[in-house]
């Protein structure tokens, strides 16, 4: 089958080649035949979609619409939606039908793109490999005994195999960029206080961020557009006015400064994955870039200090999940404290509670300045690390992961090495910068991922500099083999 851009799909619908309707049938036929092969979606929306899509050819026909009006989207199933059943794969929200839609949902419906289903993740975005879901693995549409990433695994799964078009994620510590690199896509994560987080269900307040993972860095301009901007209802968003992120795609970067971390490119990464990353880095110096190298001394210390972070904000965020108000209820309890105890417990999956204890034991007294208010103190090295960098190049470029996807049942049982997964991703959470992955090649028929960082707000200069990758390579239209019939 083939894999339509966003782009071709607004095309196609323009020049009237296809209808709404149309295209939205296509889409839940490839779900209904290639989803069980990968587990990438948790809730269908078909019939609202139908619906939804009907009025969305009126208004086509009537040539009162849209650039993304009629076209199918899917969402993490992190994202609030109002009367569709939002699970953040647990558990505890196995049957939560949330009575408002997020913002970035709202802003998304504003624009006339169509939701077609929640995807898998894992649980409340806890994990680097989707197999924490209460719903089961998502599979890697390169290799199905490999895993697609995590925690936005199934909204990866779901673009690399051509099921979607295009689909929400959110990063807290790399949940967009590593599984986009784990299967051949483009996924971008914008700056700390870029897209709202109202009604997005928090995991680390302090480091997430919405973003998406599509095919090219030109369907991501498109839908960014739809999607950022000032939220009231979200404190933390920033009153920054949103480019024209499509304007700049084309802008030369010829006598633009790349930095690659001395850090980056140590002996943790693999000596394949290094040598592709080496040809990508050509790429950008054909197109003109200077490369140079650079130091970010504390970056080491990113893994450890996200730990803590990310954990102590979990345990305080996850607190509100008792079955009293909402959420998994049992009926055979004794007492007060029994209903409590027993709701959590089964509630919540393994890795969900080793963080609500870790977060819980880092903020408790006398551990507190030990652990949190350290981690605090480092995170903000690792920020004016960035800072002093960024005073000498224009963007920093590395690896988005150690090596290519590895097996499902690799690493689950041992969680320090699952942590150590997001070495490259994480710092660019802590110091709430843009950031986005790319293939950039592949090895033994798996594709790698590079990662590019930008200052705050330079969302648009990412994907400058990867649109000019990508009309220069073809590692982006590169389509797994198990899903090219139709
Ligand atoms: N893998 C990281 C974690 O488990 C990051 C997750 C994320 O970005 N949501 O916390």
Same mark, same amino acid.
């Given at each position: 089958?083939?894999?339509?851009?966003?782009?071709?799909?607004?095309?196609?619908?323009?020049?009237?080649?296809?209808?709404?309707?149309?295209?939205?049938?296509?889409?839940?036929? !490839?779900?209904?035949?290639?989803?069980?092969?990968?587990?990438?979606?948790?809730?269908?929306?078909?019939? &609202?979609?139908? +619906?939804?899509?009907?009025?969305?050819?009126?208004?086509?026909?009537?040539?009162?619409?849209?650039?993304?009006?009629?076209?199918?989207?899917?969402?993490?199933?992190?994202?609030?939606?109002?009367?569709?059943?939002?699970?953040?794969?647990?558990?505890?929200? *196995?049957?939560?039908?949330?009575?408002?839609? %997020?913002?970035?949902?709202? =802003?998304?419906?504003?624009?006339?793109?169509?939701?077609?289903?929640?995807?898998?993740?894992?649980?409340?975005?806890?994990?680097?490999?989707? +197999?924490?879901?209460?719903?089961?693995?998502?599979?890697?549409?390169? $290799?199905? *005994?490999?895993?697609?990433?995590? %925690?936005?695994?199934?909204?990866?799964?779901?673009?690399?195999?051509?099921?979607?078009?295009?689909?929400?994620?959110?990063?807290?510590?790399?949940?967009?960029?590593?599984?986009?690199?784990?299967?051949?896509?483009?996924?971008?994560?914008?700056?700390?206080?870029?897209?709202? !987080?109202?009604?997005?269900?928090?995991?680390?307040? &302090?480091?997430? =961020?919405?973003?998406?993972?599509?095919?090219?860095?030109? $369907?991501?301009?498109?839908?960014?557009?739809?999607?950022?901007?000032?939220?009231?209802?979200?404190?933390?968003?920033? *009153? +920054?006015?949103?480019?024209?992120?499509?304007?700049?795609?084309?802008?030369?970067?010829?006598?633009?400064?790349?930095?690659?971390?001395?850090?980056?490119?140590?002996?943790?990464?693999?000596?394949? #994955?290094?040598?592709?990353?080496?040809?990508?880095?050509?790429?950008?110096? /054909?197109?003109?870039?200077?490369?140079? @190298?650079?130091?970010?001394?504390?970056?080491?210390?990113?893994?450890?200090?996200?730990?803590?972070?990310? #954990?102590?904000?979990?345990? &305080?965020?996850?607190?509100?999940?008792?079955?009293?108000?909402?959420?998994?209820?049992?009926?055979?309890? /004794?007492?007060?404290?029994?209903?409590? !105890?027993?709701?959590?417990?089964?509630?919540?999956?393994? +890795?969900?509670?080793?963080?609500?204890?870790?977060?819980?034991?880092?903020? %408790?007294?006398?551990?507190? $300045?030990?652990?949190?208010? /350290?981690? =605090?103190?480092? !995170?903000?090295?690792?920020?004016?690390?960035?800072? @002093?960098?960024?005073?000498?190049?224009?963007?920093?470029?590395?690896?988005?992961?150690?090596?290519?996807?590895?097996?499902?049942?690799?690493?689950?049982?041992?969680?320090?090495?699952?942590?150590?997964? $997001?070495?490259?991703?994480?710092?660019?959470?802590?110091?709430?910068?843009?950031?986005? &992955?790319?293939?950039?090649?592949?090895?033994?028929?798996?594709?790698?991922?590079?990662?590019?960082?930008?200052?705050?707000?330079?969302?648009?200069?990412?994907?400058?500099?990867?649109?000019?990758?990508? =009309? @220069?390579?073809?590692?982006?239209?590169?389509?797994?083999?198990?899903?090219?019939?139709?």
């Amino acid at each position: 089958m083939e894999r339509f851009t966003l782009k071709k799909l607004i095309h196609m619908i323009s020049q009237r080649e296809i209808s709404s309707a149309e295209l939205v049938s296509i889409y839940f036929q !490839r779900i209904k035949k290639y989803d069980h092969f990968l587990n990438s979606f948790i809730t269908l929306n078909q019939e &609202s979609a139908e +619906e939804q899509s009907l009025i969305a050819d009126k208004k086509i026909q009537a040539g009162n619409y849209d650039l993304l009006t009629g076209i199918p989207y899917a969402s993490k199933d992190i994202f609030c939606t109002k009367g569709i059943k939002t699970t953040c794969a647990s558990k505890m929200l *196995e049957n939560f039908v949330p009575p408002y839609d %997020s913002t970035v949902i709202n =802003q998304i419906k504003n624009s006339g793109a169509i939701l077609v289903g929640k995807t898998n993740m894992d649980e409340f975005a806890m994990g680097s490999s989707n +197999e924490t879901s209460y719903f089961g693995p998502v599979y890697n549409p390169w $290799d199905l *005994e490999r895993s697609p990433g995590g %925690s936005s695994g199934g909204s990866a799964a779901a673009v690399a195999s051509g099921i979607i078009p295009i689909a929400l994620g959110t990063d807290t510590g790399g949940s967009i960029r590593q599984p986009a690199a784990f299967t051949g896509i483009t996924g971008l994560k914008p700056t700390y206080g870029r897209c709202s !987080r109202y009604g997005m269900i928090a995991f680390a307040s &302090s480091l997430d =961020q919405a973003g998406l993972l599509a095919l090219t860095a030109e $369907d991501i301009a498109i839908f960014l557009e739809a999607m950022s901007g000032f939220d009231p209802l979200d404190s933390t968003s920033v *009153e +920054e006015p949103v480019p024209q992120y499509s304007d700049s795609l084309h802008n030369s970067i010829a006598g633009k400064t790349i930095g690659l971390p001395k850090e980056f490119f140590n002996n943790s990464l693999d000596t394949e #994955s290094q040598r592709i990353l080496n040809q990508g880095i050509e790429i950008y110096e /054909k197109l003109g870039a200077k490369i140079t @190298e650079i130091s970010l001394p504390n970056v080491g210390y990113s893994v450890p200090t996200y730990y803590v972070v990310a #954990s102590a904000e979990c345990s &305080s965020n996850l607190a509100r999940y008792d079955g009293i108000r909402y959420g998994y209820r049992d009926d055979n309890t /004794k007492d007060l404290d029994d209903l409590y !105890r027993t709701n959590r417990q089964i509630g919540f999956g393994d +890795e969900v509670k080793r963080r609500i204890m870790t977060g819980t034991y880092v903020l %408790s007294a006398g551990y507190y $300045d030990a652990y949190y208010l /350290k981690a =605090q103190k480092v !995170r903000q090295l690792i920020s004016n690390d960035f800072e @002093e960098a960024f005073k000498e190049v224009d963007l920093i470029i590395g690896p988005t992961t150690q090596s290519p996807a590895f097996n499902i049942g690799e690493k689950i049982d041992d969680p320090v090495s699952m942590y150590m997964n $997001d070495i490259y991703t994480i710092s660019s959470n802590l110091a709430g910068l843009p950031a986005l &992955s790319h293939p950039v090649g592949f090895f033994d028929k798996l594709p790698i991922g590079m990662q590019l960082i930008a200052p705050h707000f330079h969302e648009y200069q990412l994907l400058n500099f990867c649109h000019l990758f990508q =009309q @220069e390579t073809d590692f982006h239209l590169q389509q797994p083999q198990a899903f090219l019939d139709d």
